[in-house]
């Protein structure tokens, strides 16, 4: 007969196998622990999306049921008695009631808010428009305007032209209700090709923004000089951000055609006042000043000498003056700016 395997237990005495064995859980590594935390995440917020829709939606019930004509539109008797209309501009209430055709009088929910908006926006002038009805005879309207850096002549096909302006973004458009002497000081845009649209207008300019920086860069560092400038010509521009060489040719008053590169305007400025310093100095007039080589300017001189200054007279002035000799001044800097012109 074969021995038990295990010895009977003793009265009294616990064995092995009475003992409580507790597996132990398995060790998470960084990566599913990362994974467990983010799908708890991703119930928590889930849950909180939809609870914050349920509260929404509740409260969108109890707004109806409190106004239910608020939320659905203007009766149907209502009568348009004013509009409320705000710019940032220069446009005006009446310019946007005869753009939309809004009449007193006319039934409020006849028109479609979105098709006006879309119809303000049309004109290029308006960059951004908000319209919406207000009970009881209200047409509620705000406008955010664009704002102009350079005009443009457009032949109009009858031997005349027409005068368009130019925003930051390159918006080409008709202008309307600006003050005369405001459109007459903006320099005329030279140079650029455009390129008409099959709904009517023209393409966007491109690289208006970098014109706008020079020419704000301008008045902030030589205003003096840049209330002479005329012309930006941008046939030498290249708006693309790799160009190999990108110029700004500005037609001046007192310096003739000022040359730039597209880039780091401060530091040019900062030359060109020097030079034109260091010319109404000497009595010589220019009819060129080309900045866009490095730490260098090419000014082309009159070979006639400037006119005496007279009170009141803006030196300089290079319509006057006949072609002249190219003198390059090299390792332009305050220090030798004073001797950079001797012949």
């Given at each position: 007969m074969k021995k038990p395997l295990m010895r009977p237990a003793t009265p009294g005495l616990r064995t092995w196998q009475e003992i409580g064995q507790r597996r132990a859980g398995r060790a998470l590594s960084p990566v599913a622990r990362r994974k467990r935390i983010i799908r708890g995440l991703g119930v928590a917020v889930t849950l909180g999306m939809l609870a914050g829709l349920g509260?929404?939606?509740?409260?969108?019930?109890?707004?109806?049921?409190?106004?239910?004509?608020?939320?659905?539109?203007a009766d149907a008797d209502a009568r348009l008695a004013q509009v409320d209309f705000q710019t940032d501009g220069v446009l005006t209430e009446q310019w946007a009631r005869e753009t939309l055709g809004l009449k007193n009088g006319d039934a409020l929910p006849q028109y479609d808010v979105f098709a006006l908006r879309r119809h303000l926006l049309a004109a290029g002038q308006v960059r951004e428009a908000f319209v919406e009805r207000v009970l009881p005879d209200t047409l509620r309207i705000r406008v955010t305007e664009r704002a102009p850096v350079l005009r443009l002549a457009v032949d109009d096909g009858a031997g005349g032209y027409k005068t368009y302006l130019v925003a930051r973004d390159g918006t080409i458009y008709a202008e309307q209700l600006y003050p005369q002497d405001f459109v007459h000081g903006l320099p005329w845009l030279a140079g650029e090709k455009l390129q008409a649209l099959p709904a009517g207008g023209f393409k966007p300019a491109a690289g208006m923004e970098v014109i706008e920086d020079l020419l704000t860069q301008a008045k902030a560092d030589?205003?003096?000089?840049?209330?002479?400038?005329?012309?930006?010509?941008?046939?030498?521009?290249?708006?693309r951000a790799q160009a190999p060489l990108s110029l700004l040719k500005v037609r001046s008053r007192d310096l003739g055609e000022v040359v730039f590169l597209a880039q780091d305007f401060h530091k040019q400025l900062d030359r060109l006042a020097l030079i034109a310093q260091d010319l109404h100095d000497k009595q010589v007039l220019a009819l060129g000043v080309d900045l866009s080589f490095d730490q260098q300017a090419v000014v082309k001189l009159a070979a006639t000498p400037a006119p005496a200054k007279?009170?009141?007279?803006?030196?300089?002035?290079?319509?006057?003056a006949h072609a002249g000799p190219a003198y390059t001044a090299a390792n332009f800097s305050r220090a030798n700016v004073r001797n950079s012109f001797t012949p």
């Amino acid at each position: 007969m074969k021995k038990p395997l295990m010895r009977p237990a003793t009265p009294g005495l616990r064995t092995w196998q009475e003992i409580g064995q507790r597996r132990a859980g398995r060790a998470l590594s960084p990566v599913a622990r990362r994974k467990r935390i983010i799908r708890g995440l991703g119930v928590a917020v889930t849950l909180g999306m939809l609870a914050g829709l349920g509260a929404l939606g509740v409260w969108g019930w109890k707004a109806y049921r409190h106004d239910p004509a608020h939320w659905r539109g203007a009766d149907a008797d209502a009568r348009l008695a004013q509009v409320d209309f705000q710019t940032d501009g220069v446009l005006t209430e009446q310019w946007a009631r005869e753009t939309l055709g809004l009449k007193n009088g006319d039934a409020l929910p006849q028109y479609d808010v979105f098709a006006l908006r879309r119809h303000l926006l049309a004109a290029g002038q308006v960059r951004e428009a908000f319209v919406e009805r207000v009970l009881p005879d209200t047409l509620r309207i705000r406008v955010t305007e664009r704002a102009p850096v350079l005009r443009l002549a457009v032949d109009d096909g009858a031997g005349g032209y027409k005068t368009y302006l130019v925003a930051r973004d390159g918006t080409i458009y008709a202008e309307q209700l600006y003050p005369q002497d405001f459109v007459h000081g903006l320099p005329w845009l030279a140079g650029e090709k455009l390129q008409a649209l099959p709904a009517g207008g023209f393409k966007p300019a491109a690289g208006m923004e970098v014109i706008e920086d020079l020419l704000t860069q301008a008045k902030a560092d030589v205003p003096q000089l840049e209330a002479g400038w005329t012309v930006v010509d941008v046939s030498d521009f290249d708006a693309r951000a790799q160009a190999p060489l990108s110029l700004l040719k500005v037609r001046s008053r007192d310096l003739g055609e000022v040359v730039f590169l597209a880039q780091d305007f401060h530091k040019q400025l900062d030359r060109l006042a020097l030079i034109a310093q260091d010319l109404h100095d000497k009595q010589v007039l220019a009819l060129g000043v080309d900045l866009s080589f490095d730490q260098q300017a090419v000014v082309k001189l009159a070979a006639t000498p400037a006119p005496a200054k007279t009170p009141g007279h803006a030196p300089l002035h290079a319509t006057t003056a006949h072609a002249g000799p190219a003198y390059t001044a090299a390792n332009f800097s305050r220090a030798n700016v004073r001797n950079s012109f001797t012949p």
